[in-house]
């Protein structure tokens, strides 16, 4: 077992990183500070009672909202979550579950709120998250349009 540090090379600057591979997820879109992410429930994803793990949820919506992020950051800027809330509304037991995520600016400099729901393959909402990240004093963020409902 080789427990770090660790050096690997992303395939670009919106792509998934490793664990992201762990869990299969796929970035069906990121742009102008949205995502679209999709992962399958494999058996590997399972809690206990058979259902979905909350944490592979919660890991694909917090990935989706970063992903949404990065489609409005500078190239290698550095971010990352402060803290995130999560609902569980509905267990999942099989399929393809979605995240569509949004980001908008937060209420301090350098900080970005960001939402997302998770959705199983009938379309129906199974949680909801919300986040709040923040930038490295170095990241640029290029000009956007905010959905930016603190105003």
């Not at 992962?39 to 990935?63: E, I, K, N």
């Not at 998770?118 to 905010?146: D, G």
Request: charged share 20%.
């Amino acid at each position: 077992m080789n427990l770090g540090p660790h050096s690997f090379k992303m395939e670009s600057w919106i792509s998934c990183a490793p664990f992201e591979k762990l869990l299969n997820m796929e970035i069906i879109k990121a742009e102008n500070g949205k995502a679209v992410l999709k992962m399958p429930f494999l058996v590997d994803y399972a809690q206990g009672a058979a259902l979905m793990h909350g944490g592979a949820l919660v890991s694909l919506a917090d990935t989706a909202v970063a992903m949404a992020i990065k489609s409005i950051l500078k190239p290698n800027s550095h971010f990352g979550t402060l803290k995130l809330e999560t609902e569980f509304l509905y267990p999942v037991k099989k399929g393809i579950v979605t995240a569509f995520a949004e980001v908008c600016k937060g209420k301090e400099e350098r900080t970005f709120i960001g939402q997302a729901k998770v959705m199983n393959e009938h379309e129906k909402i199974v949680m909801t998250f919300s986040s709040l990240f923040k930038l490295a004093k170095s990241a640029e963020i290029r000009s956007v349009m905010f959905n930016d409902s603190s105003n």
